[in-house]
């Protein structure tokens, strides 16, 4: 690695150690290591069940069976004749009942709230040792979760293997698991290979409703999950998965969760063997996102419906502690992703989220957002790579169709600096129906692509609408195929401001951060716009009195000057409307580009090394508006951005010491002859042997 090199990634590094200051864990989970791979996908087994849950009241089951279909009522009747002889009133005990692979668990309509489960834990239970998540559960070994399996969970299922726990109803509401905010899960599967969860509902928790842990194969079909803190459902450290026809609502994180999916393909570039996980024929809706998956890899989606969250789908490489980092190779295929435009941290505001789980009301549509995310917005990667998005339906969204930023290692905790930039490289956004639904009907996302600019072999499709930067590498049609490669280190300097600020935010702690538009800021409470507003002040001030002192006699320094103070205001007015996706910000560059490269040509006369200084600040200006509204400017490592910043401070500090030294060009009446011997100004030009001609108006022109 060159040295130059060397230096970006220090400064990238540097980025993410102030990124990671805010970061929390989004999930923290006892140490694990993903399947071998060995497994499959489970199969659905008909026939009679091994065993039966049901409850005892007669006629309340009647009433819950009385308007399904003849041939499912009959049967419901049949087995619930049996189950009152044989079967078990509660799921756990059915569950502790099994005694060999294969088995097939029925439960009957019912509300299932596990009375035995419940209470809290006692004797050696109560003086289990093991450390505490930042959300304040202890992160439990599993031989733990063995000897106290309701420490954390309703219904814990640990070591049974190609077990299946179906549902008997006509809906999968017919048959409902309840948490009732007691349990950090309501259904635990943990090294339970090949399981098999069918028609019914859990609710009610304080973490996730349904959750599966380190197995190679499990199906969750038609399955509903609501109202959690976190997660509906969360599978973790698992190979051979399958979600189909499943929904969840109201969850503070994300209603489907495929986190640290096997990372089968890590090697390979777009076309891959197989898929780790399926997700088919879903719909998740009214959470803070509906999709999300920290270290998502090897994700298959396809046929799903993501709306009415604050964000459609994630995935992100921004929490430490995940297997499989960074995220790689989720592929979402035919998704309808729209509508995306939640606002649920008014209720962290008002301090909702900060009563008991039981009185927030989440069932009358409360959700509390547990991790920062931008509300409006259709598929967020957030350090990603070799990511698919085509063919999907996003449209809807008020503030971008996709978002992809990058996430240095130090964020998950990874301090090697060869490390720093592995993210966000290869992700393919292509042949997407951008602001219109299925029937053609127009419905614009606001903006449809938000990039930090960071990353190598990102690429849009050439029909992408408004779009920040306004130049986007394009996809061509081979997959690989880039019109306007780019390979930068680091993403924008005030994008990256601004993802800083917004990522401190805590519910736990009713923490929004000031500053950003996420919260609610608006006009000069965006920290873009604080930023714009600094910078046109420093300047217009510096600017002014160089031309006062130095430059008021030049045509081209006014012109120029002029041309800069509308450059600056129009910076300060697109950052303030949130113009970033159009054409704007560029011609905020270009006049500013023309104001320094016009008074540098001025002010080379007299003090040659400020001039040609502030002429190359100049043309790294008009190379910015270029970069930002024509085309991304290949083979350089950083934006011009980044260059023009650092120049900037310097040259703001040279001109005020060259506007403050006016007062040696010509000593006032009665002042006294400065010393023959004195150092001269090295930064002016040599004095000739007759007088320099004042400067005249056109001269430089």
Avoid at 52 to 73: H, I, N, T
Avoid at 514 to 542: P, S
Wanted: some cysteine; overall charge negative; hydrophobic content about 40%.
């Amino acid at each position: 690695m060159s040295w130059t090199r060397r230096l970006l990634v220090v400064l990238a590094a540097l980025v993410a150690a102030l990124l990671a200051a805010p970061a929390a864990q989004a999930h923290e989970e006892r140490p694990v290591t993903l399947p071998d791979g060995t497994g499959s996908v489970p199969v659905y087994r008909t026939g009679e069940p091994d065993l039966l849950v049901c409850k005892s009241d007669r006629a309340d089951f009647e009433r819950r069976v009385s308007g399904f279909p003849e041939g499912l009522r009959t049967r419901n009747l049949k087995l619930f004749d049996r189950c009152r002889k044989s079967g078990y009133r509660h799921l756990q005990q059915a569950v502790d009942a099994v005694d060999r692979p294969g088995m097939n668990i029925a439960v009957l309509p019912g509300l299932y709230e596990e009375e035995p489960s419940l209470p809290k834990p006692t004797g050696e239970c109560a003086r289990l040792k093991a450390p505490n998540s930042q959300l304040g559960y202890q992160i439990l070994s599993y031989a733990q979760q063995a000897r106290c399996p309701h420490n954390q969970n309703l219904v814990a299922i640990l070591g049974k293997k190609d077990l299946q726990i179906e549902g008997t109803g006509a809906e999968r509401t017919d048959v409902v698991v309840d948490a009732k905010y007691q349990k950090l899960n309501a259904i635990r599967a943990d090294g339970s290979d090949g399981i098999y969860f069918r028609n019914f509902t859990a609710q009610r928790t304080t973490f996730n409703s349904l959750y599966v842990l380190a197995q190679d194969g499990f199906v969750i079909d038609s399955v509903l999950t609501r109202w959690n803190d976190e997660y509906g459902f969360l599978t973790f450290a698992s190979d051979h998965g399958l979600y189909k026809n499943c929904e969840s609502y109201g969850n503070g994180d994300s209603g489907i969760y495929p986190g640290s999916a096997s990372n089968i393909n890590d090697t390979y570039g777009y076309d891959v063997p197989r898929y780790s996980i399926e997700i088919t024929g879903c719909r998740s809706h009214h959470n803070m996102v509906g999709y999300s998956g920290t270290a998502g890899d090897s994700v298959y989606v396809h046929d799903n419906e993501f709306d009415h969250n604050m964000g459609g789908a994630s995935m992100d490489s921004a929490f430490p502690g995940h297997p499989g980092l960074p995220q790689n190779h989720a592929r979402f295929e035919r998704n309808l992703i729209h509508d995306n435009n939640a606002d649920y941290y008014p209720n962290v505001a008002d301090g909702t989220c900060a009563k008991p789980p039981v009185d927030r009301g989440y069932e009358e549509g409360v959700v509390c957002p547990q991790i920062s995310m931008p509300p409006g917005s259709g598929i967020i990667t957030a350090g990603g790579n070799w990511n698919l998005y085509e063919n999907n339906w996003i449209y809807g969204q008020r503030r971008a169709a996709f978002v992809l930023t990058a996430v240095p290692a130090f964020i998950r905790g990874e301090g090697a600096l060869s490390e720093q930039a592995d993210t966000s490289h290869h992700n393919r956004y292509a042949g997407n129906h951008l602001g219109e639904d299925k029937a053609g009907n127009s419905r614009p996302n606001r903006t449809d692509v938000w990039w930090d600019g960071q990353g190598e072999g990102n690429c849009w499709q050439a029909d992408a609408g408004p779009s920040s930067p306004r130049a986007l590498p394009t996809c061509g049609a081979e997959r690989g195929a880039v019109s306007g490669r780019t390979d930068r280190l680091v993403g924008e300097p005030v994008k990256l401001a601004q993802l800083l600020v917004c990522a401190d935010y805590n519910v736990q702690a009713r923490r929004l951060p000031a500053g950003c538009d996420w919260y609610g800021a608006r006009g000069i409470e965006r920290i873009e716009v604080q930023v714009a507003l600094a910078v046109a002040v420093v300047l217009v001030l510096v600017g002014g009195v160089l031309w006062r002192r130095r430059l008021r006699g030049s045509r081209l320094a006014a012109v120029a000057t002029v041309l800069g103070v509308i450059g600056l205001g129009l910076d300060v007015a697109g950052s303030t409307m949130g113009l970033a996706a159009t054409y704007v910000p560029a011609l905020a560059l270009l006049l500013t580009g023309v104001w320094w490269t016009g008074i540098g040509l001025v002010l080379r006369r007299e003090r040659p090394w400020l001039g040609w200084t502030t002429v190359v600040l100049g043309a790294l200006t008009l190379l910015d508006a270029v970069d930002k509204a024509v085309f991304m400017i290949p083979w350089i490592p950083l934006s011009p951005a980044w260059v023009r910043g650092l120049l900037g401070v310097v040259w703001v500090v040279w001109a005020v010491i060259a506007a403050a030294r006016h007062g040696e060009r010509e000593a006032p009446e009665g002042a006294p002859v400065p010393d023959p011997g004195s150092v001269p100004d090295p930064d002016r030009a040599p004095a000739s042997a007759s007088a320099p001609a004042p400067v005249q108006e056109g001269d430089a022109s």
